[in-house]
């Protein structure tokens, strides 16, 4: 379990960090969102000692964290870098042994992950003789060399092409379900949730919003309907009590209050309009998080 | 894990990946066989010991043969031609084919430069076998004559520049000296370099985020030194082994003693360096900047390594004394005394300690600048920035236009806009400081001009204390690089 505990941080008359308290728990991932500049990178490295924080602590399982608890933690920077004329196989088992590892272990750990990455066959070969996908792949297993109990990624899915993407979020879910605690950044909001568990929004240095997502979704007083329908546009806003979004060739979305009665709504649009789809949800995380940071 | 682990891991990584470089392999190769051929080759080049000498016109008949009883007295097999005629001798002077042509026992004929041994060998052997003639014509017999020319012994000895040395000496320290300033200046600049490469890189973040700052410039160090003192020791190996082969030439400054100094010296000037261009190399944000941030330490080093040259002449002299218990000069002028036995055994004792002492806190000074400024990204920092905490402590790193860490960044930038618009206040001030320190720099000159009783050494102080200072000045106040147009440095 990771905590920020109001942890502050000012780089001369920027605020980067406003008393940030927050958690990320083991066995989910935690999406940590917000706006560029709100203050994520400088929180991610004050987990690593990165950043000297002016105020509050980080901790890890209730301790503030330690250098030998760094050794089980994996991070990867917004800003790739390894080695580029080191071998990949050599740079990979030397970030792995000045976690503390013995060579043998790590060496095991680093075949066993370029074996599933697919990057066994480019273990002697120099970092800088690798395309840029597989040179992020390296990045990534220099996070994971250490089998870390916490792996904190700062905008893995960056730079990722659609198939990548998901092969980096089947692993990321993959270590959380074997324990791991993972937190990453991210401004790719629809896939954040598809796989988080739990989500932190910063805005301006200060946690505006936090907890587990489908809580936080069920909070808001809000519901969605989303219609799709054939034929003409019922006055939507008449048949019933709702706000409407958009409404225009054969789809709409509603805003209804949580309370409204499902059924009384589905039988007035069925009523009225040919109906094609009908769904009934809570406010996306895209939705939440407009909402957070526009408040 | 203590950091004390992770700095030799470090340590390991630099010489394991940087032995394997081909440039480095090459260095190593061609400062043995350098150091080797310097020693070696003036033995081989010396002229072989057979002198061929032609010998036309009226002699006395044992001439020839005192020629060459004479020559191998001295070392030399002699060989003699007769020519039949002047002309024939001459063109077989010309043509290389004998060294001299003796010519009626008067006169030596050279094809350019008289050989001084061989001149004094024939001069003398004409000289002995005309009065040998002359005696027997004045009846004096071969035994009153051998008693009358038996010869007085005179010895020659070459007296170096202090008890027991030979000039062969001062060639070794010239290349001692050579040796330990190319091993700090090479080695240390790895440093810089290699600090640099890994804040481009930006893999210092990957790293620092497993260990400490200090322990990762401290690793480097190490593993730089190390790699720097195998190849030292090798050449100093080499060295020895010219030396043993070489009978002919006598260079008592290459002994093991001497050696092990230079060794233990190496080690002081490299740690003391490498510390300042660690640290300096963590101002600058891209590879090309090491030069600009590193200027000020490369010339400080320059100037000691020039000034260390007066130990080869007068080791014992008051300057040499002086350098070699300044700590920035001592590594490449301490050496030299000891080798040319010009100091009493605690002399290197004392400035070594001295110069230990210096870099003690010169890793203090190091480690807080470069824990400070190896995670900065945007423009080269200035000292001052660095002292100041300006640095906006580990932020940065951001990439192109992602103001995430473009809001941290911005003290930075408030930095280099003061820079940017230095106001005229400042810039008189600079201007100020600037013409102070040349005006300090002159008369320092002038001042060792008059105490040293030698214009160039005055010159030559004058102009590189000015170098330094301004440029010293240039580092704390500004970005690297030149400073504005109009400042006189």
């Keep these: 379990m990771l905590d920020f505990d109001g942890a502050a941080k000012r780089f001369g008359p920027v605020t980067a960090l406003d008393r940030c308290t927050f958690s990320a728990r083991p066995g989910r991932l935690t999406g940590f969102l917000g706006p560029n500049g709100a203050g994520k990178t400088?929180?991610?490295?004050?987990?690593?000692?990165?950043?000297?924080?002016?105020?509050?602590?980080?901790?890890?399982?209730?301790?503030?964290?330690?250098?030998?608890?760094?050794?089980?933690?994996?991070?990867?920077?917004?800003?790739?870098?390894?080695?580029?004329?080191?071998?990949?196989?050599?740079?990979?088992?030397?970030?792995?042994?000045?976690?503390?590892?013995?060579?043998?272990?790590?060496?095991?750990?680093?075949?066993?992950?370029?074996?599933?990455?697919?990057?066994?066959?480019?273990?002697?070969?120099?970092?800088?003789?690798?395309?840029?996908?597989?040179?992020?792949?390296?990045?990534?297993?220099?996070?994971?060399?250490?089998?870390?109990?916490?792996?904190?990624?700062?905008?893995?899915?960056?730079?990722?092409?659609?198939?990548?993407?998901?092969?980096?979020?089947?692993?990321?879910?993959?270590?959380?379900?074997?324990?791991?605690?993972?937190?990453?950044?991210?401004?790719?909001?629809?896939?954040?949730?598809?796989?988080?568990?739990?989500?932190?929004?910063?805005?301006?240095?200060?946690?505006?919003?936090?907890?587990?997502?489908?809580?936080?979704?069920?909070?808001?007083?809000?519901?969605?309907?989303?219609?799709?329908?054939?034929?003409?546009?019922?006055?939507?806003?008449?048949?019933?009590?709702?706000?409407?979004?958009?409404?225009?060739?054969?789809?709409?979305?509603?805003?209804?209050?949580?309370?409204?009665?499902?059924?009384?709504?589905?039988?007035?649009?069925?009523?009225?309009?040919?109906?094609?789809?009908?769904?009934?949800?809570?406010?996306?995380?895209?939705?939440?998080?407009?909402?957070?940071?526009?408040? | 894990m203590n950091g004390l682990r992770q700095a030799w891991l470090v340590a390991l990584r630099e010489m394991r990946e940087r032995s394997r470089s081909r440039a480095f392999q090459a260095s190593v190769v061609l400062m043995v066989v350098g150091v080797a051929a310097v020693l070696i080759l003036p033995a081989l080049l010396k002229p072989g010991s057979t002198r061929n000498v032609g010998v036309t016109g009226p002699a006395p008949a044992a001439l020839a043969a005192t020629i060459v009883q004479q020559a191998h007295a001295a070392g030399i097999t002699a060989r003699i031609h007769p020519y039949a005629s002047l002309a024939a001798g001459e063109q077989a002077v010309r043509q290389g084919q004998v060294d001299v042509l003796v010519d009626g026992a008067r006169r030596l004929e050279w094809k350019g430069q008289a050989d001084e041994q061989l001149n004094a060998v024939v001069t003398g052997a004409i000289q002995l076998a005309t009065v040998r003639e002359r005696a027997a014509a004045a009846g004096i017999g071969p035994g009153a004559l051998a008693a009358l020319l038996t010869p007085v012994p005179v010895t020659s000895i070459q007296l170096g520049s202090a008890p027991g040395r030979s000039p062969g000496d001062q060639t070794a320290v010239l290349i001692m000296t050579i040796v330990l300033f190319f091993g700090i200046s090479v080695f240390g600049q790895m440093v810089l370099t290699g600090v640099l490469e890994e804040k481009a890189s930006r893999v210092v973040e990957v790293l620092l985020a497993r260990i400490p700052p200090r322990a990762l410039l401290a690793g480097k160090i190490a593993g730089i030194g190390l790699l720097g003192l195998a190849q030292i020791g090798v050449t100093a190996l080499a060295a020895l082994v010219a030396v043993a082969t070489v009978h002919s030439i006598d260079v008592p400054a290459i002994r093991g003693s001497v050696l092990a100094w230079v060794i233990v010296w190496f080690v002081l000037g490299y740690a003391l360096y490498a510390t300042v261009y660690g640290a300096l190399g963590s101002l600058g944000s891209r590879v090309e900047d090491a030069q600009a941030v590193a200027a000020p330490v490369t010339v400080v080093l320059m100037v000691a390594y020039f000034a260390s040259f007066v130990t080869i002449g007068n080791p014992a002299g008051a300057a040499a004394r002086a350098l070699s218990y300044i700590p920035l000069s001592a590594p490449m002028a301490m050496p030299g005394r000891i080798a040319m036995g010009a100091t009493a055994w605690w002399e290197p004792v004392v400035s070594a300690v001295i110069t230990l002492a210096t870099i003690a806190g010169l890793v203090q000074l190091a480690g807080r600048v470069y824990t400070r400024a190896i995670l900065h990204a945007g423009p080269a920092l200035s000292l001052r920035d660095v002292w100041r905490d300006r640095t906006a402590s580990g932020s940065g790193a951001a990439g192109a236009g992602s103001p995430d860490t473009e809001a941290a960044r911005q003290p930075v930038h408030v930095a280099a806009g003061e820079e940017a618009t230095t106001t005229g206040a400042d810039l008189t001030r600079r201007r100020w400081l600037m013409t102070v320190l040349t005006g300090a720099g002159v008369l320092l000159g002038v001042a060792v001009a008059v105490f040293a009783n030698d214009v160039i050494i005055g010159v030559a102080a004058g102009a590189g204390f000015i170098a330094i200072a301004t440029r010293m000045v240039s580092l704390w106040t500004r970005h690297a690089g030149p400073p504005p147009r109009g400042h006189a440095t």
């Excluded at chain 1, 990979?92 to 680093?110: A, F, H, I």
């Excluded at chain 1, 599933?116 to 120099?126: F, P, Q, V």
Aim: glycine share 8%; charged share 25%; aromatic share 6%.
């Design chain 1, 42 to 295: 400088t929180a991610m490295r004050a987990v690593f000692g990165l950043v000297k924080l002016d105020g509050g602590t980080v901790r890890w399982h209730g301790v503030p964290v330690r250098a030998a608890d760094r050794a089980r933690f994996g991070y990867m920077p917004e800003e790739r870098g390894l080695y580029p004329r080191m071998r990949v196989r050599d740079q990979l088992v030397y970030l792995g042994q000045l976690c503390g590892r013995r060579p043998g272990d790590v060496s095991r750990s680093v075949g066993t992950w370029l074996e599933r990455l697919g990057l066994a066959d480019r273990a002697a070969d120099r970092l800088d003789a690798l395309s840029h996908g597989n040179q992020q792949r390296v990045q990534l297993i220099a996070a994971l060399v250490n089998e870390p109990d916490l792996l904190v990624l700062d905008e893995p899915f960056s730079g990722l092409d659609p198939i990548a993407m998901g092969a980096m979020g089947e692993l990321l879910s993959g270590l959380a379900a074997a324990g791991a605690t993972v937190l990453f950044s991210s401004h790719q909001l629809d896939l954040v949730q598809d796989l988080c568990q739990d989500v932190v929004i910063i805005e301006r240095g200060r946690i505006v919003l936090a907890g587990e997502l489908a809580e936080l979704r069920a909070k808001v007083p809000d519901r969605f309907v989303d219609i799709r329908y054939r034929g003409p546009a019922p006055d939507w806003s008449r048949l019933v009590p709702a706000t409407v979004i958009r409404a225009a060739d054969g789809q709409a979305r509603l805003r209804v209050r949580r309370d409204t009665d499902l059924a009384a709504v589905l039988a007035a649009v069925r009523d009225r309009a040919d109906l094609v789809s009908f769904s009934y949800q809570p406010p996306t995380l895209s939705e939440l998080f407009h909402q957070a940071v526009a408040a």
